[in-house]
């Protein structure tokens, strides 16, 4: 992480800010070309971050049957995203719980089952769920898109705005780093690129308000997940889940917002879906 100068702002590490930049010039071409082709190509590559995240959950976790929970878990995810893909919502979701069950039986001891279903669970469920959302016949290229807008956007402006104007911290004993002039500006740019977005694609998202305020709520929960993350991280004392992503840390590290958000989307589709 950067360092922080006097007063609490962070002094902005060129050359982790150089990284960063040079890994979003590579990512972000495949995030906006795989997420406007929908379809196989984005279960593809979608397939593809739950391998690497499986690898991560697994290298952190040190779970004593590693091997065998990155299979499950790369399979799980496979049958899930194809499902899903094929707008199976329902049997996506069984094959989720199955996988999450085949993740326990290795061990006898409760808790480490759990640990094992939980990581299962995240990675299949989260990238199944950003499938689901894109599949939706109705504005699933808008509200996937919308998702991905709003969960950078926050992450720049949280970034930026925290390091920027400082001030108290917002959970100093998990993620030193973050601030609550961060979380503000995260909140307040996911507002803004979705009521945007909205409007540039026939209110997608509903009146300009509406759209606002969904955007603001994706922010917030992707910022629930990067905290949650570094929960998780703590609990297994590892600064980051790998170092696959320069200037990011790892997969998990950087999809952590997008994964939250995006299950937090999916779950209101499935809802309007049935009302």
Not at 15 to 24: I, K, W
Not at 246 to 273: E, K, N, Q, T
Request: glycine letters at 12%; hydrophobic letters at 55%.
């Amino acid at each position: 992480m950067a360092a922080l100068a006097d007063g609490g702002h962070r002094r902005f590490d060129r050359r982790e800010l150089a990284l960063r930049v040079a890994s979003a010039i590579v990512l972000v071409p495949v995030g906006l070309g795989s997420v406007l082709a929908g379809g196989w190509a984005l279960a593809l590559i979608l397939f593809a971050l739950g391998v690497a995240m499986a690898f991560e959950w697994t290298r952190m976790t040190r779970a004593p049957t590693a091997v065998s929970l990155f299979w499950i878990t790369i399979l799980t995810t496979a049958a899930a995203l194809a499902l899903a893909t094929l707008r199976h919502g329902e049997h996506a979701v069984a094959a989720i719980v199955l996988g999450s069950m085949a993740a326990t039986f290795p061990t006898r001891n409760l808790w480490n089952g759990l640990e094992r279903a939980f990581g299962a669970v995240l990675i299949a469920g989260a990238l199944t769920a950003f499938a689901f959302v894109r599949a939706r016949p109705e504005h699933g290229f808008d509200w996937a898109m919308g998702v991905l807008l709003a969960i950078w956007a926050n992450d720049i402006a949280a970034y930026f705005g925290g390091g920027a104007l400082g001030g108290p911290k917002l959970v100093p004993t998990i993620s030193p780093a973050k601030t609550w002039a961060g979380l503000i500006s995260g909140i307040s740019a996911g507002a803004f690129v979705v009521m945007v977005w909205s409007g540039v694609r026939g209110d997608s998202f509903g009146p300009p308000l509406l759209a606002a305020v969904i955007g603001a709520v994706i922010a917030l929960i992707g910022q629930i997940g990067d905290v949650g993350e570094s929960v998780i991280k703590r609990h297994y004392n590892v600064k980051d889940a790998s170092g696959l992503i320069p200037g990011h840390g790892g997969f998990m590290d950087r999809l952590d917002a997008l994964c939250a958000a995006s299950i937090a989307s999916a779950l209101v589709l499935a809802i309007l879906r049935l009302s």
